[in-house]
């Protein structure tokens, strides 16, 4: 006669393990669902990004173009603002040069005041005022249509030897990712090339960082980037002790939303959905940057949307938080709040 105790912990066992098994298989459907929906977004998101490419460069080019006479007598040139603007563009004066549609030397002979450009070339640098430096980079490609047309793609067994050396880590951040790009550290339009000595391998966000700010020194872009991704490491171990199921760099390389946190309610059996954004700068949250993440947060249709900064919080952030219905929490406020959203849901 079988023993009723063992009988009956194996009876348990058995209820135990049928029961964990409904729980998490909705859990793994959703998940999959939502990588899906991730991964289609991220497809959206990349068309739209080439049907944009053409019409920003056809804007560049009229802003080089359409310069008036009225503008032309307003304009007043010196040899100091020249060198500053050039400066601040991070050029050097033969790319300078190409953007105006003179040498490099001539633009060395303004500098030095030696000569004096022309009511035509006045324009043409008044209308350079406004560039920044990405302008000024696809304005620099858009200009060297020759160079681009003798450009062939990466080798493959370039690609992979960079990927090899790289063992699997961003060269900036040093964080491990299957998502690795290839990044020229002279950028081709300055004269880089593909050699190996010249490329590295990058996560897709410090992939856009770089190209925000290429003339950034790289220790304070790496300054930088480690400590975003500190933050972002902290705001994953917070959701991850609550139970969370996580999807990292949810939008990939625009930088914007980093963590997409779900997870089952046990009392209500409703989904609970977090968007977050972590930022890590050395300036205050500002407005507009609210607004932007609050715009991404309408897109994933989730509960929650918050950004978590390492800065104190202002009030034009806080009343912009407020009207688009984001929290803005420090790393010691995200748990309790977590905490308290299964309260919610219950309620």
């Known amino acids: 006669m079988p023993n009723i105790t063992t009988v009956l912990k194996e009876e348990i066992l058995r209820l135990a393990r049928k029961e964990a098994r409904k729980q998490t298989d909705a859990l793994r459907k959703a998940s999959a669902q939502y990588r899906k929906d991730i991964a289609e977004m991220k497809r959206r998101v990349s068309d739209l990004q080439r049907e944009v490419a053409p019409l920003q460069k056809q804007v560049l080019r009229g802003a080089l173009s359409q310069v008036g006479e009225a ?17 601040r563009l991070a050029l050097s004066a033969a790319d300078y040069g190409k953007l105006i549609g003179v040498t490099g030397q001539t633009i060395y002979s303004w500098e030095r005041e030696t000569s004096r450009p022309g009511s035509q070339q006045i ?30 793609p990466i080798g493959q067994s370039t690609r992979e030897e960079v990927l090899r050396r790289s063992s699997g880590r961003c060269a900036i951040c040093g964080r491990a990712t299957n998502e690795l790009q ?3 550290i002279r950028p081709m339009a300055r004269g880089g090339n593909d050699s190996l000595d010249n490329l590295r391998a990058v996560c897709p966000s410090c992939h ?12 304070d872009l790496k300054q ?20 969370y199921a996580l999807l990292t760099g949810a939008t990939g390389p625009d930088a914007g939303v980093d963590l997409v946190a779900r997870k089952i309610d046990s009392a209500t059996r409703m989904p609970i959905s977090i968007v977050v954004e972590c930022k890590y700068t050395g300036r205050s949250l500002s407005a507009a940057q609210v607004a932007e993440f609050a715009r991404k947060f309408e897109q994933y249709a989730t509960d929650h949307g918050v950004v978590v900064t390492n800065q104190p919080i202002t009030r034009a952030a806080k009343t912009a938080a407020d009207k688009w219905r984001v929290r803005i929490l420090s790393i010691d406020e995200l748990a309790p709040f977590v905490e308290s959203l299964a309260g919610e849901h219950d309620a």
């Open 182 to 184: 290839i990044d020229h």
């Open 208 to 219: 856009v960082a770089v190209h925000r700010r290429p003339a950034s020194r790289m220790a």
């Open 224 to 243: 930088r980037v480690e400590g975003a991704y500190l933050i972002e490491r902290l705001v994953a171990g917070v959701f991850g002790r609550l139970g």
């Open 71 to 87: 503008e032309e007598e307003r304009v007043r040139f010196t040899a100091k603002g020249l060198r500053s603007h050039r400066k």
């Open 123 to 152: 324009a043409r640098i008044a209308s350079l005022r406004y560039f920044g430096k990405r302008e000024a980079e696809v304005c620099l490609e858009e200009r060297s249509p020759r160079d681009r047309k003798r450009r062939q």
